[in-house]
């Protein structure tokens, strides 16, 4: 029996044990990331050290104008890329509408057309001799035949001005 609790004990000591790797490994890594200080002494030496400088030492100083330059031109360069991006985008935008316009604009060009030539085809047929329109009260007007060859002018000409 003692076997078995040894064993139970063992394998419930995992999980744990685990978390303390963790834990461990986590409380180091902050002492891992402590800054590294350059400076030389007052022989002239260049120490390395994670503690700061002492007032006797003199600080080596790094290109930080040059550092700040090349981000400066950085900068520069990806607010130029962006403002290209940007005008490419609104370019693209802009064909887009003109693009739709004039699909939209030939649609109703090509309606246009073919009513006036349902509207010349029925003025031009000899079989429908009544021929009407509708006033704004919805009542029925028939044509006669110098209102009918008035309409017949009408459409020719809405026909070819349609279609082209």
Known sequence: MSNKLTGYRHQAFRPHAGRLLFWLVLAFSVHAHAELYKWTDGQGKVQYTD???????????????????????????????????????????????????????????????????????????????????????????????SARASALANSQKNVSDFCK
């Open 51 to 145: 503690h700061p400088p002492t007032l006797n030492s003199q600080t080596l100083k790094y290109g930080n104008a040059g550092q700040a330059e090349t981000t400066s031109k950085a900068t520069q360069s990806l607010d130029a890329k962006d403002q290209a991006f940007q005008k490419r985008n609104k370019e693209a935008r802009d064909a887009h509408d003109k693009a739709e316009k004039e699909a939209e604009q030939a649609r109703i060009a090509s309606e246009n057309c073919d009513k006036a030539r349902k509207n010349l085809s029925t003025l031009q047929n000899a079989n429908t001799p009544r021929i009407y329109t509708t006033n704004s009260a919805g009542q029925r007007i028939y044509m006669d035949d």
